[in-house]
């Protein structure tokens, strides 16, 4: 355990920029977004009055609309910061199996006591997990400050910011929401990040064609083949990655209700699961037929992975 | 004591290349062995089956483990430098001891601070911010801070000026090496090692062609330096090998009696590098 600890570290290290530093610019893209805007208002608006009435006519929506979006706003503010997570996590997986091999330190990092499978572990949990949890703390950090400087605007112009919506909105609620979307996304996810590493395990240059290229070429020819035999474009790869995504238990869009819209899971395109965010939907996607195939792909590239990790020093 | 290393027909194909061919080996603990060959010859593919960095075929087994199949667990009794500059080029000094201490539980931090004060590498140093140099020699420090029991060096001192090779071979014979370490060491610089040695094997095209103590080197083997005259006598006795030096004639003999050879010229123990020089031309014609 100390050992897959150490590992996990040892990647957190190698990884620092991606890990840390991005989610930090993105918080303080977020931050100084707020301020310009509060800037421009205070800039053009004598006294603040547009704001001041903004504020007021906030104050008199009952309890229950300002709870509810103010938990959507928290929720959805955090978008910007999961699609970047999902290029981070893309790359990293991409690059964990082959940087040291084109660097050839994979001769030190053999050295040590830690077995093959010891290593993949570290870096499959390093993707599922510390990736995640770095931004999720990040956006977190971010919401925090940007609450302080809400509430310093509120009081600025005369209104309680307590009674506005710093009691009413339960941040908690929203955080672990999107703590648990990401920890099941990385479940969800399994079988793209085992296709990533067992990609990075065997590419022998650019690991990105490798892992982008055969897949394409795959759905390709499967389309071309379903039509010249039925004259009709039906499911292949791409779509059935396509529904993955759609299906997936991040919070990624929005749906349209009654001309009202609300946060999603996925993408409500698919009517395989409730696109609804919330605690039973994700974990019934967790708990899904689909989520067991994905767990037996995800298995199959993940010792392909291994078994091409052991003969890495071959040559 | 049962053998450090054990090996028996152990052979390591690339396709259709054989690099390693049927090798019988016993290397039992304590000892400092020198495996010597020219490039191509099949040292590196014979350490790697040994390390568990490939596959192989035959059997082989270190200190009582096959390679291929535990390394990891190996690994806490063997220590190597499988090449130069392989350390991460990202990674700091501190960051580097931390995580080598945490995964190997015979790692000693102090030993390895002692080596590298000896050294200008400091703890917040980059890898990449080393001279090739300075990253050997933090290798180094690093590998013999390792209470391992078999101690693998492959060209270990490339890059190193003379001052450090020499420090480092005599801290490695000094501090680090006892009857229950073997260290299996190859290198181009024999001049340098062949002092330490206690054994020495020669590789050729994939097979051992000598296997030897550096004491049966001495009993066995006769350098003689005769003048051109008396070089046909000379070349009768059979000689491995014969060379010409500033009009002397060199012959090199393999276990002919000393006395003999006394009344022909001047006569040493060849260096490890003539031995080399004329067991490789031996071997060819």
């Avoid at chain 1, 037996?296 to 040559?315: D, M, Q």
């Amino acid at each position: 355990m100390n050992r897959l600890f150490a590992l996990i570290r040892r990647e957190y290290w190698e990884n620092k920029g991606a890990f840390r530093t991005t989610p930090l610019v993105i918080g303080g893209i977020y931050i100084a977004f707020l301020l310009m805007s509060i800037f421009t208002t205070a800039h053009f608006d004598n006294e603040m009055y547009t704001f001041r009435e903004a504020i007021r006519l906030l104050a008199e929506q009952p309890t229950e609309f300002r709870s509810t979006h103010g938990l959507e706003v928290l929720l959805g503010s955090s978008l910007f910061f999961t699609i970047v997570l999902a290029f981070v996590v893309f790359f990293y997986l991409l690059g964990a199996l082959y940087d040291d091999r084109k660097d050839r330190s994979i001769l030190f990092w053999k050295s040590l006591p830690a077995s093959d499978t010891l290593t993949i572990a570290s870096k499959l949990l390093t993707a599922m997990f510390l990736a995640p949890l770095m931004f999720w703390i990040v956006i977190v950090l971010t919401q925090i400050i940007m609450a302080i400087i809400a509430s310093l605007m509120v009081i600025s112009v005369g209104e309680n910011p307590w009674t506005l919506f710093l009691s009413v909105i339960n941040p908690f609620e929203a955080w672990s929401m999107l703590l648990v979307s990401y920890l099941a996304s990385s479940i969800w996810f399994l079988p793209m990040y085992g296709w990533l590493l067992l990609v990075s395990s065997f590419a022998p240059r650019i690991p990105l064609l490798f892992a982008v290229l055969p897949p394409v070429v795959f759905a390709i020819l499967q389309v071309w083949i379903r039509f010249l035999e039925t004259f009709t474009f039906n499911a292949s790869l791409f779509g059935l990655i396509g529904k993955w995504v759609a299906n997936s238990p991040a919070i990624l869009t929005v749906q349209v209700h009654d001309g009202e819209g609300t946060l999603a899971l996925g993408g409500p395109l698919t009517d395989d699961f409730d696109h609804a965010v919330s605690l039973m939907n994700i974990l019934d996607r967790l708990f899904s037929v689909q989520m067991l195939g994905g767990l037996i792909v995800a298995a199959v590239f993940l010792a392909g992975a291994l078994w091409f990790r052991h003969r890495a020093t071959e040559s | 004591m049962t053998s450090i290393i054990s090996a028996r027909g152990l052979t390591k194909r690339y396709g259709r290349t054989i690099a390693v061919d049927h090798i019988d080996l016993e290397i039992p603990p304590g000892r400092i062995v020198g495996l010597i060959g020219p490039n191509g010859a099949g040292k590196t593919s014979a350490l790697k089956a040994i390390l568990g960095l490939a596959t192989f075929d035959g059997e082989l087994t270190v200190m009582g483990k096959n390679p291929s199949r535990d390394r990891a667990a190996l690994m806490e009794d063997v220590c190597f430098i499988a090449d130069v500059a392989v350390l991460p080029r990202w990674i700091k000094v501190k960051q580097l001891l931390d995580v080598t201490e945490k995964v190997h539980s015979g790692f000693s931090r102090d030993t390895c601070m002692a080596y590298l004060a000896q050294t200008k590498v400091t703890l917040e140093h980059k890898v990449k911010q080393l001279s090739k140099g300075m990253v050997a020699q933090l290798h180094l420090a690093l590998v013999m801070a390792i209470d391992a029991r078999l101690l693998v060096l492959d060209e270990p001192t490339l890059g190193l000026d003379i001052l450090y090779r020499k420090q480092f071979y005599s801290s490695l014979l000094n501090d680090y090496f006892d009857e229950q370490r073997t260290i299996l060491i190859t290198t181009h610089q024999v001049e340098e090692v062949e002092h330490i040695l206690t054994d020495l094997i020669f590789i050729q095209d994939g097979r051992i062609a000598l296997n030897t103590t550096m004491e049966d080197v001495e009993q066995r083997y006769t350098e003689l330096m005769v003048k051109p005259e008396r070089a046909e006598q000379a070349r009768s006795l059979k000689p491995l090998y014969e060379r010409e030096l500033f009009g002397r004639h060199i012959f090199l003999y393999d276990s002919v009696e000393r006395q003999q050879l006394t009344e022909l010229g001047e006569i040493h123990t060849p260096s490890v590098a003539d031995l080399f020089v004329a067991t490789m031309k031996g071997g060819q014609s």
